[in-house]
């Protein structure tokens, strides 16, 4: 099935700084690309995605680019607040298009 | 009213028991899945389900059933647990595809 490595696995940024998670995918067919939050013991949440059509997307603090000749999508947290702590989760839709694929998460720890 | 609620939310059983998990959407969504989530975080497919009709099954052992009785309802029966089955097992729903998941709560299961 589709292959997506996420880097780093962990990451520790102070607050304020900004934190830049990244994943590369390998199947060419897959066209959207969604980025989960989980919390300790909660549900993983869908924070942001983009399409393959899209380059670039924003939403307040956080952002997700997309280059599809690279095969990969990173997602930007700016300004980071102790709140995003969390483990993240990229994402890439399947070649059968019903179901996808995940990355194996980063876990971003923001001190005060 | 939650949107994709899962029962049990913990489930410690011994080893040789069958045990079901069961999950209801309520989001009007075609599409439903199950997923594993390890000790190590990692989120891996197991069953696609769209209409009620199964679309992927991944390499699982056969010691695990899935049923749709209809789109709404999408149930997990595992027979004669092991150890290694012991993680969180989510549900999650989309209104078509890969597009817009929403996680249930989680099955946290515990094979003792």
């Known amino acids: 099935g589709e292959n997506v490595e996420q880097h780093p696995s962990t990451l520790s940024v102070q607050e304020g700084d900004s934190a830049v998670i990244k994943c590369t995918y390998s199947d060419s067919a897959s066209n959207y690309f969604p980025w989960y939050k989980q919390e300790l013991g909660k549900r993983p949440q869908l924070i942001i995605d983009i399409r393959s059509n899209v380059g670039e997307k924003k939403d307040q603090r956080i952002a997700v680019t997309l280059n599809k000749t690279a095969k990969h999508f990173s997602l930007h947290i700016t300004e980071t607040q102790p709140e995003d702590s969390a483990v993240y989760f990229c994402?890439?839709?399947?070649?059968?298009?019903?179901?996808?694929?995940f990355g194996k998460g980063t876990s971003l720890l923001v001190t005060p | 009213d939650t949107a994709v609620s899962q029962t049990p939310k913990y489930l410690v059983t011994q080893m040789g028991n069958d045990k079901s998990i069961k999950c209801e959407q309520n989001?009007?969504?075609?599409?439903m899945y199950w997923y594993k989530q390890d000790s190590k975080k990692f989120l891996k497919i197991m069953f696609s389900?769209?209409?009620?009709?199964?679309?992927i099954n991944e390499t699982v052992p056969n010691r695990f059933s899935p049923k749709s009785p209809d789109k709404a309802h999408l149930n997990l029966h595992i027979n004669s647990l092991e150890l290694g089955d012991s993680a969180v097992y989510f549900c999650?729903?989309?209104?078509?595809?890969?597009?817009?998941?929403?996680f249930g709560s989680g099955t946290r299961l515990t094979v003792v």
């Open positions: 999650a729903s989309s209104p078509r595809g890969s597009y817009g998941y929403t």
């Open positions: 989001l009007g969504h075609d599409t």
């Open positions: 994402a890439a839709s399947s070649n059968s298009g019903y179901a996808l694929n």
């Open positions: 389900y769209n209409n009620k009709e199964l679309i």
